[in-house]
């Protein structure tokens, strides 16, 4: 299992999270998804041989959820050079 904690795009009501929660709840491969409201992130469990963390950012964005890119690189990777 890994961790992934993705940003949407603002802060959520109890609607919107219980919708992000069904969405990430039914893709294959999550095992658990634990939304923060206020900070509008989400955390996901998933089996790493089923799913990826692009995956997962598709599967939100075409359920019409925002997310933002990763502040290193298109697919989240880092050189290591800034420290972050």
Known sequence: ?????????GALDEAAAMH??????????VRKA?????????TIEFDEDVT???ALRTV????????????HG???M???SCGG
Do not use: D
């Open 52 to 54: 990826s963390p692009q």
């Open 1 to 9: 299992m890994k961790s992934e904690t993705l940003q949407l795009s």
């Open 34 to 42: 634990a939304i923060a409201t206020a900070s509008g992130s989400v």
């Open 20 to 29: 992000v929660a069904r969405v990430l709840n039914a893709a294959q491969g």
């Open 74 to 76: 298109a697919a989240g």
């Open 60 to 71: 939100l964005q075409q359920a019409g959820i925002g997310v933002r890119q990763p502040a």
């Open 78 to 80: 880092c050189c290591g």
